[in-house]
């Protein structure tokens, strides 16, 4: 029987965004991470549905991804009755020529684009499930091209596809700039941005209150790896001890906190999936209820720990 999404039955703090284009398509506040994943793609990608995980995040990028694993343990899930295609999140990217390698999903050679929907139709076709026509939630330029110029042709090539193959788009690794000018730039406005979540861009606060600002969600990634003084810091301590949770939940929900981020979760373990998931719930749970004067006292002492990097 197919799972719950986490936000049919979230707490406040953990229920799903709805993003802003015309689909009002359902994004989840954890999506799992595919990266660097390999071999191991297709099964931790089952795994992770299994676990209750209903976003999954990808690339048209064999360098660092599988998309084709992903689609494939997607397609198992959904055989088995676990999933329905409907019920999940499933984001993959355009990555321009300087991030491929001799595998790329396009020609070289070929105009941007033709690139592009070289690579939009081989996305396609990883995540067709039979008898259904496919879709894509979202595509994220997976960073600004050359130039803005071929930034803004690419997305305009893309834009052809919404909203009926590809239901939102966004971009990642772009600055603040980037992000402002795209937008004044296009008629699909950005649904997402996808950028590294630590101190060395003050944790993006300029780029979030923009994206507050224009219903624009922030997924934030390398969460974990470029914060080990933030996750050890004692408001997640606090969470985590008062929450009766792991250090990770807890963390992830004091980002959450913050207000508008989805993180990307890339955990190999299946027993790490479900403790995310579960105690991101307790957290909310109690950060409703018995806990809402320590959760507010925390999530303030980490949001000046955050405004200081």
């Not at 397609?75 to 321009?96: L, M, N």
């Not at 130039?147 to 596809?161: I, K, M, P, S």
């Not at 990770?248 to 913050?258: E, T």
């Amino acid at each position: 029987m197919a799972q719950p999404s986490i936000g049919a039955q979230a707490s406040r703090l953990a229920r799903d965004f709805t993003l802003n284009g015309v689909s009002r398509t359902r994004m989840p506040k954890l999506v799992y991470g595919t990266a660097w994943k390999k071999d191991e793609t297709a099964n931790l990608v089952y795994t992770a549905l299994k676990a209750g995980f209903r976003g999954i995040d990808t690339a048209a990028q064999p360098k660092h991804y599988d998309e084709k694993g992903v689609g494939i343990g997607l397609k198992k899930a959904v055989a088995e009755g676990i999933v329905k295609r409907g019920d999940i999140f499933i984001q993959t990217k355009f990555t321009p020529p300087g991030g491929q390698n001799e595998n790329a999903p396009y020609g070289f050679g070929a105009s941007v684009e033709d690139k592009v929907h070289q690579s939009v139709e081989s996305s396609l076709q990883n995540f067709t499930i039979d008898g259904q026509a496919p879709y894509l939630d979202s595509l994220v330029l997976h960073s600004p091209l050359d130039t803005l110029d071929d930034t803004v042709t690419a997305w305009r090539t893309l834009e052809g596809y919404h909203p009926h193959k590809i239901r939102n788009l966004g971009i990642s690794n772009a600055t603040l700039g980037i992000v402002e000018a795209l937008h004044d730039s296009v008629t699909v406005k950005p649904a997402v941005v996808q950028n590294r979540f630590y101190p060395d861009t003050h944790y993006e606060a300029g780029l979030r209150a923009f994206c507050k600002g224009h219903d624009i969600k922030f997924q934030a990634f390398w969460t974990i790896g470029a914060n080990p003084r933030l996750i050890k810091s004692q408001p997640v301590m606090g969470v985590a001890q008062g929450a009766v949770v792991g250090v990770v939940p807890a963390y992830y929900a004091l980002i959450m906190g913050l207000e508008g981020i989805t993180i990307l979760d890339g955990t190999t373990k299946e027993t790490h999936m479900k403790e995310d998931l579960e105690g991101l719930e307790r957290v909310g749970a109690w950060a409703d209820g018995e806990g809402k004067a320590a959760w507010e006292k925390a999530l303030n002492a980490f949001q000046q720990l955050v405004a200081k990097a």
